[in-house]
C-alpha cells in the first residue's frame, strides 16, 4: 500500500531562517507531488505541483521554492522566511489516471 | 474557470440529528467531484468521490453524497452524526486535462455538541 511522509511535524523558525521541507512517497511510481498551505485553520492554497522529477509548477508567486530531486521526494524551500510564510504545510500526491489526492500528516511552521 | 462554494462556513448539530453539508461548483466540463475531512492538526482523509455512474456516492463513516448535475451540486449528507464526527469538511472538484489538481472550497466546519 501507499504511503506518504512529512518531516518535522512542527517547526519553529526566525524570520530570516532557512526553511526545508520534505515529503516522500512509498508504494507508487511517477506521482503527481503538491504542496499546499493552509493559513489560520481554513482553506487550502495550492503552492507547487510537480508532474515527474525536475518539473514544478508555480501556483503563486511568493519567497517559497519547491525541488523534485527523485521520483517519490518533493521538496518546500525558502531562503529567507517571513512571518506570512506562517501555517501549515501540506504534502499530497495522486497516481497515474487518478484524480483523487492523498495528503500526508502536514508540518505546522511558526515564524516567530 | 472552475470554482466550488462550500455554502456554509460553520454548521452547529446535536449528536444523532441528521446533517447536510451543501457543495455547489461551476465548470464547463464534466468533472470529478470529492469530499475530505480534516481532524485537527491532521491531514485531509478522502471521506467519498464520484468520477462517473451512480450519483449516490457512498463513503467511510456512514457518510454519502449525491452528485446533481442540473443543480451543480454535491451535498453530502449523514443521517445521524456522531461526537466524533467533529471537523473541518472540504468539498473538490476536478476535471480531464487538468494536470489532476483539484480545486479547494473553504471548507465548513462541522462541530456536533452532545
Known amino acids: 500500500s501507499q504511503t506518504i511522509h512529512q518531516w518535522p511535524a512542527t517547526l519553529v523558525q526566525p524570520v530570516g531562517s532557512p526553511l526545508s521541507l520534505e515529503c516522500t512517497v512509498e508504494?507508487?511510481?511517477?506521482?503527481?507531488l503538491y504542496w499546499y498551505r493552509q493559513a489560520a485553520g481554513r482553506g487550502l492554497q495550492l503552492l507547487f505541483y510537480s508532474v515527474g522529477i525536475g518539473q514544478i509548477s508555480s501556483e503563486v508567486p511568493q519567497n517559497l521554492s519547491a525541488s523534485r530531486p527523485q521520483d517519490r521526494q518533493f521538496i518546500l524551500s525558502s531562503k529567507k522566511l517571513l512571518l506570512s510564510d506562517s501555517g501549515f504545510y501540506l504534502c499530497a500526491w495522486n497516481g497515474l489516471q487518478t484524480y483523487e489526492q492523498y495528503f500526508g500528516p502536514g508540518t505546522r511552521l511558526t515564524v516567530t | 474557470a472552475q470554482s466550488v462554494t462550500q455554502l456554509d462556513s460553520q454548521v452547529p448539530v446535536f449528536e444523532e440529528a441528521p446533517v447536510e453539508l451543501r457543495c455547489n461548483y461551476s465548470?464547463?466540463?464534466?468533472?470529478?467531484l470529492f469530499w475530505y475531512v480534516q481532524y485537527p492538526n491532521q491531514g485531509l482523509q478522502l471521506l467519498l468521490k464520484?468520477?462517473?455512474?451512480s450519483t449516490l456516492v457512498k463513503g467511510i463513516n456512514g457518510f454519502e453524497a449525491e452528485f446533481n448535475k442540473s443543480q451543480t451540486s454535491f451535498h453530502l449528507r449523514k443521517p445521524s452524526v456522531h461526537i466524533s464526527d467533529t471537523a473541518e469538511y472540504f468539498c473538490a472538484v476536478s476535471h480531464a486535462g487538468n494536470n489532476r489538481k483539484l480545486i479547494w472550497g473553504l471548507g465548513t466546519s462541522l462541530a456536533v455538541n452532545p
Open positions: 508504494g507508487t511510481s511517477n506521482p503527481n
Open positions: 464520484y468520477l462517473s455512474g
Open positions: 465548470s464547463s466540463v464534466s468533472v470529478y
